[in-house]
């Protein structure tokens, strides 16, 4: 088992370019969430996804899109990256929604700079 | 507003040298709370999760508690190796994903 697999580990961005965040699990786990973590700050919710076709924003969506076509990935796309945007941001998983004995399992992150 | 706050934000011992994190928590009908580690350049590495007030869990050198405000992390004869940041969570009020406390750093010499 890979668990949550993040690609790429690194990026930087011009301002106003576009980017995928790829995020895949292996877990078969229904429940999928992308977070982002700002330096000092705890982890922040931007979109979550009960199911493949079902998302949901979150805490901080603004400027990103998803989309879940397979039970197993679930992309984050920014469009237009702004400086903002320069965070690390983490994929997790679960089998159910948070509770007992649903806790997350989290990716190794991608690094984002918008310069 | 469902809020977790965790102190100290960083925390320095000596190897051997027992101490306590804290995690503070408002949020309503709790659902459980979470801990993590996360090692720098890595994801958060699942911990414990308590459920009920008394509530005690044991991993090595690490023991979390829960009452009905507060877990701490108890780290008893501390190593080098334990120095990660630690981050608390609690699900938000629809269930829906976890919200996470800023973390406390700690950071064990020998």
């Known amino acids: 088992n890979a668990g949550v697999t993040q690609t790429p580990k690194f990026r930087i961005l011009k301002i106003g370019q576009s980017m995928t965040l790829q995020c895949t699990q292996d877990m078969n786990h229904n429940y999928m969430y992308w977070y982002r973590q700002d330096p000092g700050m705890g982890l922040k919710l931007i979109y979550y996804s009960v199911g493949a076709g079902i998302t949901d924003k979150g805490e901080v969506p603004n400027g990103y899109n998803v989309s879940r076509s397979t039970t197993e990935d679930f992309p984050l796309r920014l469009e237009l990256a702004a400086p903002s945007q320069t965070s690390v941001y983490f994929c997790?998983?679960?089998?159910?929604?948070?509770?007992?004995?649903?806790?997350?399992?989290f990716g190794p992150g991608t690094r984002l700079t918008v310069l | 507003e469902d809020q977790v706050t965790q102190s100290p934000e960083a925390l320095r011992l000596q190897e051997g040298e027992s101490s306590s994190l804290n995690c503070s928590y408002t949020v309503s009908g709790l659902r459980g709370l979470f801990w993590y580690r996360q090692d720098p350049g890595k994801g958060p590495e699942f911990l414990f999760t308590?459920?009920?007030a008394g509530e005690e869990k044991e991993k090595e050198r690490l023991k979390a508690t829960l009452t009905k405000k507060e877990s701490f992390l108890h780290i008893t004869a501390p190593k080098p190796e334990d120095s990660a940041t630690y981050l608390c969570?609690?699900?938000?009020?629809?269930?829906?994903?976890?919200?996470f406390g800023k973390g406390t750093t700690l950071s064990v010499s020998s």
């Open positions: 969570a609690v699900p938000n009020q629809a269930g829906t994903a976890l919200i």
């Open positions: 997790a998983s679960s089998y159910n929604l948070p509770g007992y004995n649903n806790e997350q399992f």
């Open positions: 308590l459920y009920s």
